[in-house]
């Protein structure tokens, strides 16, 4: 246990430091949004590519792994939808996209970091994709369900059209074409020219660093009140998620060594994407910020315990 913490300590310290910077005026707003644009658009795309970009394709592409996360992650989803039923529509599926959708890119990927790079950061990657590509445009696609129902302003907008808009901007994020030149270059072999390949490695290692301390600054300045609504959610993202992927790798038959990081992923806490688009939505956040703060704060312990359960160590 005690070789865990020395790989997890410091990643959520960093999460620390961001937050009392916020807490204490020491970063300001503006500044805050410039750490969160710098890992956005330039360090995290470039640890995604030299992570995809030097393993074969058939690593990113694991049936098995891709069905059990997304099967665990749909019914978990459900379920925060059927157990919020007497909610407004838009309230509730913002609650399961909560319950479902961790901080993978800004700490998932840093925290495996740690760990070495053996091969396992494209599991990483898997589980991220899972998330922006499905979990995330079903999720849109039950919010404009929501404000259609509700007669919203851009009602008089075809449905499909605003869906296929939004999955549109998904696919131009800096994350996923960073992800999709990586495949590109692992498919066909290429290598960059040895300056360019510096220059994306000094990008990549910034990420982990800059995208730790973002999550804590974009915290700080959050107000906190738990209640059951919180309890609930952090109940079902940081215990309920992993176990039922768990069960679903081992139902599925995932390899150990994928189905492990798929856990991992699942036990991540909440990311900062559901406040901002259930805000986007006109949502009632203060549960999600709520349990976006205190949740990434317990995930210190609970995504250490489960580090330890599986037994996953350093390369």
């Known amino acids: 246990m005690l070789t865990v913490l020395e790989v997890t300590l410091p990643v959520f310290a ?12 020491l970063l300001g707003d503006v500044g805050v949004e410039g750490i969160n644009a710098f890992v956005f658009w330039f360090a995290l795309p470039a640890m995604l590519f030299r992570a995809v970009s030097a393993h074969p394709v058939s690593k990113i592409a694991d049936v098995r792994f891709f069905a059990a996360f997304l099967l665990a992650g749909a019914v978990l989803y459900a379920g925060v939808l059927w157990t919020a039923r007497r909610r407004p529509a838009g309230d509730r599926t913002a609650l399961a996209f909560s319950a479902t959708h961790g901080n993978v890119g800004y ?21 991220m994709i899972a998330d922006i590509c499905v979990l995330i445009v079903g999720t849109i696609v039950l919010f ?22 939004a999955l549109g901007g998904l696919l131009r994020t800096p994350l996923i074409l960073g992800i999709l030149c990586g495949l590109v270059f692992s498919a066909t072999g290429a290598r960059l020219p040895e300056a360019a390949d510096s220059f994306v ?8 660093p800059c995208a730790l301390f973002a999550i804590g600054a974009s915290l700080g300045g959050r107000t906190v009140v738990v209640d059951a609504t919180v309890r609930g959610l ?10 039922l992927v768990g069960a679903a790798m081992w139902a599925f038959g995932a390899d150990p060594t994928l189905a492990a990081i798929g856990v991992l992923a699942a036990a991540l806490p909440t990311a900062s994407n ?26 210190a312990a609970t995504v250490s315990f489960v580090i330890w359960l599986l037994q996953l160590k350093p390369a």
């Open 14 to 25: 960093l999460v620390l430091c961001g937050w009392i910077a916020a807490r204490r005026r």
């Open 107 to 127: 700490l998932g990927l840093p925290l495996l970091a740690q760990f070495g790079d053996d091969g396992r950061l494209p599991a990483m990657v898997m589980a």
């Open 144 to 165: 404009e369900f929501a404000r259609s129902g509700a007669g919203g302003p851009d009602g008089e907008i075809p449905l499909h059209r605003r869906v296929g808009a």
């Open 201 to 208: 490695r000094l990008l990549a290692q910034a990420a982990g």
């Open 234 to 243: 952090m109940l079902a993202k940081l215990v309920l998620h992993p176990l």
């Open 274 to 299: 559901t406040y901002i688009l259930s805000q986007r939505y006109g949502v009632d956040t203060r549960a999600i910020g709520s349990a976006i703060v205190v949740g990434t704060f317990t995930a």
